[in-house]
C-alpha cells in the first residue's frame, strides 16, 4: 500500500483545483461498476475470517454488487433507504448462522477497497484518491456502525429464544418425570382401592346367596357386611389419597406451565408442591421436609417458583447424595424479611468445591455428564429467579457440610403494584 504525506493545507488548496469528488465517483462507477465489484468481491473472500472457499463466487459477488447499490444512493443521492435494507438482509441471514462479525464488517468495507483499486489501477493522483476514500470512509463509519447494532441485537434475540426454548424443555422434561412418578404412586392405592371393592362385591353377594337360598344367619349377616364395610373404607381412603394426588399434580402442572399472576400462601403452596414431588424421592433415603419461618403470601408467578423449587430439589437429590448408602434431608424454608420472600433449599450433601461453585450457573455445566446431569438446571433456576420473578438467588456451599441456596423475591410482583 503506497503511503502519502500530504499536509493539510496541500489538501485544502488541492481539493479546490480538483473537480467535485462526487462528480469523479460517479465517473467511476458509470464506466466501472462491474470492475469495482470484482475487485471488492475478490479482496473480501481473500481476507475473510472464515474460509469462503465452500460459498460460491456468485453468492459473494451478488451480495457486494447489493452493497454497491446501497453505497451509490447513499452517496449519491443521500438516501439511506438501500444501506438499511441491505444491512436488515444480510445481518438477519447471518444471525442464526456461524458468523464472524469480523468477516461481516469487512464485507461492509469491500466496496471501498474496490474503488481503490480502480483509482490505483488508473493511476489516479494521490489527492483525488484522498478526496475519495474520505467520502468512503464517512459512508462506511455509518454503515459498519449500524451494521454491528442490528446484527448484535439480532443475535440477543436469537440466543433469548434459544434459552426459552431451553427453559420450556427443562419444564417438559421435569413434567414428563413428574407424570412417570405420579402414574406409579397413584397404581397403589387405585390397586388397594380395586381389591377392596373386589372384596366388598364378593361378600355382599354371599349374602345375597345365602339370603336367596333361605341359609342367611344373622352372624353370618353381621360378618359379610362388616368386611363389606371395612372394605369400603379401605376403598374411599385409597380414592381420596389418589385424588389427592392427582389435584396436587394437576396444580403444579398447571403452574409450570402458566405465567399468570397468582397470590398464595407460599408455606403451604410448597407443602403441595413436595408432595407432588414425592415420586421423585420417596423410593429413595432422602427425605424433603418444608419449614414456615413465617408465613409469607406472595403475589408472583408462581409457575415460576414452582420450577425454580423444583429444579432446586432435583439438583440436591442428583448432586449432594452421589452415594447411595447416604441418606440426606432436603430442608426447604420460607421466611419474609422487608417486601422480600425468601425461600432456602439446604441439604446435608457433599457440599462443591469453589471451583464448581464458581461456574454453578454456566449452561451445561454438570460434574455428571453422562449421568443424568444435564447442566441447565441451575442455569435455569437464575434465569427464572432473576428475569422472571425480578428476584436474587445466591449459593453457598462448603465440600463435605451441604449446600445452601436462598432465593429472594419480591412479594408482590412489579405489575401488581403498579
Partial sequence: MRLYKVSTAAVASAAVALEDPLQTLRSLLEEHRETI??????WVRAGAQVDLEARPYAETRAILEAEAAAYTALLLADDPGLRDQFIEQVTSRRSNQRFHVSTLLRGMLGFRQGVLAVLRDRGAAPQVELAILRLLDVAYEGFAFRTADIYVDKLYRVLDATREELIRKDKLA??????????????????????????????LQEVEQAFVAGSL??????????????ATRMTLGNLRRAADLVANFKQIAVDQTSEALRTVALGPYLRELVASLAPLFRRTQHRVVVVEESAVEVTTRVGA??????????????????????????????DREGDAAVIVCRDDGEGMPEAVLR???????????????????????HALVTEVL?????????????????????????????
Fill in 390 to 418: 425480578r428476584g436474587s438467588v445466591a449459593v453457598a456451599s462448603t465440600p463435605g457440610a451441604g449446600t445452601q441456596v436462598t432465593v429472594r423475591l419480591p412479594v408482590r410482583a412489579e405489575e401488581e403494584k403498579r
Fill in 305 to 334: 417458583v414452582s420450577q425454580v423449587c423444583t429444579n432446586l430439589i432435583q439438583n440436591a437429590l442428583l448432586h449432594a447424595y452421589p452415594r447411595a448408602e447416604v441418606t440426606g434431608t432436603i430442608t426447604l424454608s420460607v
Fill in 217 to 230: 344367619r344373622r352372624q353370618d349377616l353381621q360378618h359379610g357386611l362388616g368386611q363389606a364395610q371395612e
Fill in 174 to 203: 421435569a413434567l414428563g418425570e413428574l407424570v412417570a412418578g405420579v402414574a406409579h404412586e397413584i397404581s397403589t392405592p387405585l390397586g388397594v382401592a380395586v381389591t377392596a371393592a373386589s372384596l366388598t362385591a364378593d361378600r
Fill in 359 to 381: 461456574r454453578i450457573y454456566e449452561p451445561f455445566f454438570t460434574t455428571l455428564r453422562g449421568r443424568g446431569g444435564s447442566g441447565l438446571g441451575m442455569h435455569i433456576v
Fill in 37 to 42: 465489484v470484482d475487485a471488492a468481491t475478490e
